[in-house]
């Protein structure tokens, strides 16, 4: 495993992708030389799943892989990696169910460490049960609160993005707003990815999720000072993709064009760095954009097209371990579109497809109601 370690950081090695594909192949081969060693099978098993393909593909691995995990579990119940890993691997929703019994007891076997009193949540969102993913959250949070110092941990704004979107499914939209408040007050937020994310997305949900679009074409471009923002596009396009979906759906179309302009410009940036999945997904959210531009001025034919584009896209890459769900679903987007167009029953199949892959979304619920 040191063998792995040292190919990681070689210096012959070009960029982040590389130096995993090296590290995963160096931990996969000391599993195969020490068969007895359960750390360097749980190792070995991470390695694959951090290399695994996207879609159906990617899903055939994770599939084995858990195989491998429930084994080793079998022999070890209490390893901590084995259980983490696993998560990991059923995080998906046609495995999802399979990760429950992981998720049921990982907070246990780490009680006081923010990441594993937040992991079961990627289980817990998969199958909708929100309570259970804000109670873990919480608990993360403040977890993650109590052990920073002069920084906060990422871990603490990580847990709130999943508790905000947890308590907009249940309704609970004071609480909501409050807990993007508190996050959005804090300055010393580490500056990472994970608080990026987490300091993006969580406030653009409150009007997404509401569908306050006059709200959402109003945010500001500026965001919180803490992140160089220059470093982490993806984050910053969920801004622009919230302020062009927004003005789009409330008949500012200028607004939603110069939107769409920071979203293209974003995208040229994640492609020229090598940031496929996040440009793919922005990809899909500039589609969804133009869709209800061209919506705004009478193009219905095209933007269905445009949309169920954006939908088949986004479904097709996922989400990311990163975050609870998308901002806005784009199958969901559909389905607002063809209700809009008075398409109940092609609507309610797009409505349908959402909860498949996000149960218990309330958007989506509400409209099928």
């Known amino acids: 495993m040191i063998d792995a370690a040292v190919a990681f950081y070689a210096s012959s090695q070009e960029g982040y ?11 996969v081969a000391a599993a195969d030389q020490h068969a007895d060693d359960l750390d360097a099978a749980a190792f070995a098993a991470l390695a694959r799943l951090a290399t695994a ?22 022999k070890v119940p209490e390893h901590p990696g084995v259980i983490h890993y696993a998560i990991h691997a059923y995080d998906n929703p046609p495995l999802k169910e399979r990760g429950r019994p992981y998720a049921e007891i990982y907070d246990k076997t780490a009680p006081s460490a923010p990441h594993a009193l937040h992991m079961p949540a990627h289980i817990f969102t998969r199958t909708g049960e929100w309570e259970k993913s804000i109670d873990l959250n919480s608990r993360s949070a403040e977890a993650a609160l109590e ?8 871990h603490y704004a990580h847990a709130i ?12 939209t004071d609480e909501a ?54 470093k982490f596009p993806q984050t910053v396009a969920m801004r622009w993709f919230a302020i062009g979906i927004g003005a789009a759906r409330s008949g500012d179309v200028d607004t939603a ?20 999945y996040w440009a793919q997904l922005t990809e899909a959210q500039i589609m969804s954009v133009e869709a209800w531009i061209e919506l705004a001025g009478g193009g219905s034919e095209t933007a269905v097209a445009k949309q169920a584009s954006a939908a088949d896209l986004e479904d097709k890459i996922g989400k990311s371990p990163v975050t609870p769900g998308h901002v806005l679903p784009a199958r969901e987007l559909l389905g607002d579109m063809l209700m809009e167009l008075g398409k109940p029953n092609e609507a309610a199949v797009a409505y349908q497809a959402t ?7 309330a958007r989506s619920l509400a409209a099928l109601q």
Request: aromatic letters at 6%; charged letters at 20%; hydrophobic letters at 40%.
């Open 177 to 230: 707003a409050g807990l993007v408040d508190e996050m959005l007050a804090i300055q010393n937020h580490q500056a990472s990815f994970g608080s990026a994310y987490a300091l993006a997305a969580a406030p653009v949900r409150l009007p997404l999720e509401q569908g306050q679009w006059d709200v959402a074409a109003a945010l500001s471009p500026e965001m919180h000072p803490v992140i160089p923002w220059e």
């Open 161 to 172: 993005d999943y508790m905000v979107y947890g308590h907009l499914q249940l309704g609970n």
């Open 257 to 276: 064009q110069s939107a769409l302009a920071e979203l293209k410009s974003l995208h040229a940036v994640m492609k020229e760095r090598g940031q496929g």
């Open 53 to 74: 393909p996207r879609g159906a593909d990617g899903i055939k691995v994770k599939s084995q892989v858990g195989d491998t995990l429930d084994a080793l579990h079998q």
């Open 147 to 154: 052990q920073s110092k002069d920084v906060v941990q990422s």
């Open 355 to 361: 909860l498949d892959f996000s149960p218990n979304r």
């Open 17 to 27: 992708r590389a130096q995993l594909k090296s590290w995963a192949e160096k931990q």
